[in-house]
């Protein structure tokens, strides 16, 4: 798996190049330090994942996810950042980056990396937990409205909070193959295009 670290920090970037080169299925193929070399080294490499941080000089990370999806719809950006801000989460959801998570958690990025590489959506902890904020400044959601079932309100729910298909099903009582076609249903439903805009669906319109 390829990887490319974009972070204004150069000791934090080295760190994480460290702890990602430890593990024998990771290879850091391209480090930069703000969101132009972000876009420039994305285009050179096309690599498996991109972790980036959100606030660098010159152009930010969520400017250069912008730019980048734009060109790559299906490019797998992990943000890394100090700042768990509710608009930075949302506004990084809306882009379509595949995953947040906070620096601190230094044991959950390798697994993120891998999480986002086989095409799950990731949110660290710290994330999670400001869902119950964004529900309270959302109105109440009409489920009615979308011809959504009490299942598939319950799947979309864990989607939206970076659940994989099995585990989906584990939590559910289903099988996986029942759980894919849950999900193409409801994108289908909801005229979505993959399990981040179901994400981004989830945490804007549902919290």
Known sequence: MRVIIVDDDQIVAMSLKTILEADSEIEVCGCGNDGEDAVSLYKEIIPDVLLMDIQ???????????????????????LLTTFSDDEYIVNALEIGVKGYILK?????????IKAVYRGQSVFGGEIVSKIPVLKQSKSEFDAASYDLC?????IIAQVGLG???KEIADSLFLSEGTVRNYISVILEKLSLRDRTQLAVFYLTKMC
């Open 163 to 165: 659940k994989s298909n």
């Open 150 to 154: 009490e299942k598939e309100l319950d």
């Open 56 to 78: 660098m000089k010159k152009m930010s990370g969520l400017d250069a996810a912008k730019e980048i999806i734009s060109e790559y719809p299906d490019a797998r950006i992990l």
């Open 104 to 112: 601190q958690d230094f044991d959950g990025i390798v697994p993120a």
